[in-house]
């Protein structure tokens, strides 16, 4: 009987080892694909405000252009 | 007895299976990932067809854990972000930090997308000399909570401009406390806390951008009428073209602020309000 235990205790544990490295796995992939993700969208984002910057101070310099040419009746 | 016992040590094997990965699926749960992968559609999920007011209602009910996400209102959050905070004449710490009259002279200005603030600046000649006042203005470290109770609240850094709005909306005032958890990697939460980091700068870019593409638009009339003007009367050609010239240039810029605002906004939209 002992024998019978020890035969299906092992393989009880090796396939909860198995299944909880697969797991494992799973997760800490996610989670890289969410950093990656993260990451390419925030350089994303990064460009589109430096390019919103750069538009903006051309803006301002025009405004402050306008404002010298023109009176101030606007 | 004994012949039993493969049947037993089978039924023992399928009980461990079945236990592991239940286990393994409920870590799988975690709804932070699908969250941060397409943020802000949960929440579309859940407020659609019901009025703004309702929505507010409803959020800032999940009280958090251990400091994750007390969550009140963050669909609020993500429209009132900075500009609603801008333009709030209550705001007193606004006023301070705004220069001259730019509270009393905002009439809100609506955002089209309804993603963010509801009002912003309303520039004048004088306002606008001194922008500069408002762009290098102080920051101030918030700790910004989510809707979702298990999404973990993030530090970030704001405009003190948008300080009152943010913690009207929950959030307060400090860095994060640090919390123990075997969910995320160090890694994980310092790249997260960047991104939303990114996120608020470039919301709180936006927000400039969009003010002062309303005071150049508004300025671009008073230009054209007054060029009319000059045009029916005897002033010198060279004048006249010389300013209409401005107005051209002004008029280019204006258009292409006004793409890569539409551009920018929608990249950030909601990202803050889940």
């Known amino acids: 009987m002992f024998h019978y235990f020890k035969r299906v205790a092992a393989f009880a544990i090796a396939t909860a080892f198995i299944f909880t490295s697969c797991e494992d796995k799973t997760t800490s992939s996610k989670e890289e694909i969410e950093i990656k993700t993260m990451d390419s969208t925030?350089?994303?984002?990064?460009?589109?405000?430096?390019?919103?910057?750069?538009?903006?101070?051309?803006?301002?310099?025009?405004?402050?252009k306008l404002d010298e040419e023109f009176d101030s009746t606007n | 007895m004994k012949k039993y016992l493969p049947i037993l040590g089978f039924s023992l094997l399928i009980v461990t299976a079945v236990a592991v990965t239940a286990a393994g699926t409920q870590q799988?749960?975690?709804?932070k990932k699908d969250k941060q992968e397409q943020p802000g559609k949960q929440k579309d999920k859940q407020d659609k067809g019901k009025p703004d007011d309702q929505v507010k209602g409803n959020q800032g009910k999940n009280d958090d854990k251990g400091n994750q996400g007390k969550n009140d209102e963050k669909g609020n959050q993500g429209k009132n972000d900075n500009k609603g905070n801008q333009g709030n004449k209550d705001d007193k710490d606004d006023k301070d930090n705004q220069g001259k009259g730019n509270n009393d002279k905002n009439d809100g200005v609506v955002d089209d997308r309804g993603n963010f603030m509801k009002k912003g600046f309303k520039w004048d000649r004088e306002t606008f000399k001194e922008r500069e006042k408002f762009r290098k203005g102080e920051k101030v470290t918030v700790c910004h909570k989510f809707n979702r109770e298990d999404e973990p609240a993030v530090t970030i850094n704001i405009s003190a401009n948008a300080l009152q709005a943010h913690l009207g909306h929950g959030d307060v005032r400090g860095e994060c406390p640090a919390v123990e958890n075997d969910r995320w990697s160090d890694r994980f939460l310092r790249q997260r806390s960047d991104y939303y980091n990114n996120v608020v700068a470039t919301n709180e870019q936006v927000v400039y951008s969009q003010s002062i593409l309303d005071y150049a638009l508004n300025r671009l009339t008073g230009a054209r009428t007054q060029l009319v003007t000059l045009q029916n009367s005897n002033a010198p050609a060279a004048d006249i073209e010389r300013k209409r010239l401005l107005v051209?240039?002004?008029?280019?810029?204006?258009?292409?602020?006004?793409?890569?605002?539409?551009?920018?906004a929608s990249l950030v939209a909601n990202k803050l309000a889940d």
């Open chain 1, 42 to 64: 925030s350089k994303v984002i990064e460009e589109n405000r430096e390019k919103l910057e750069d538009q903006t101070e051309k803006v301002e310099k025009s405004l402050e």
């Open chain 2, 28 to 31: 799988d749960k975690n709804p």
């Open chain 2, 248 to 264: 051209v240039e002004l008029e280019e810029n204006t258009s292409l602020l006004q793409n890569l605002i539409g551009v920018t």
